[in-house]
């Protein structure tokens, strides 16, 4: 579904439904989140709500999020982001699998 102006009651249904914050109930998996802070494609207040709804319900997996202020959605334009990153996949990795 895609968002218009003139969006229905409808179309906002259907947006729900395809919301990540739908299914946020059934998320079991461990979850690390890396975001940018300039990302205009999945903005980081997008998806530290969806953290916040995940952390606010019982029995909650692990969730660690980082922030990086000066990136956008291409985490792996500046090599200390990049590093950084990696860094954080491979200690979540090792601690979760």
């Known amino acids: 579904a895609r968002a218009r ?3 229905t009651p409808d179309d906002l249904a259907a947006l729900r439904a395809v919301s990540p914050l739908a299914t946020v ?3 079991t998996a461990p979850m690390l989140f890396l975001l940018g802070g300039g990302d ?3 903005p980081a207040a ?3 709500r969806y953290v916040a709804a995940l952390r606010g319900r019982p ?4 969730v660690r999020v980082l922030l990086f202020p000066e990136d956008g959605h291409d985490l792996g334009v500046r090599p200390q982001t990049e ?3 990696w ?3 491979r200690a979540w990795l090792e601690a979760h699998l």
């Open 5 to 7: 102006v003139d969006a």
């Open 25 to 27: 109930a059934s998320v």
């Open 40 to 42: 205009k494609r999945v």
């Open 46 to 48: 997008d998806a530290q």
């Open 59 to 62: 029995g909650a997996p692990p």
């Open 83 to 85: 590093y950084e990153c």
């Open 87 to 89: 860094a954080e996949v």
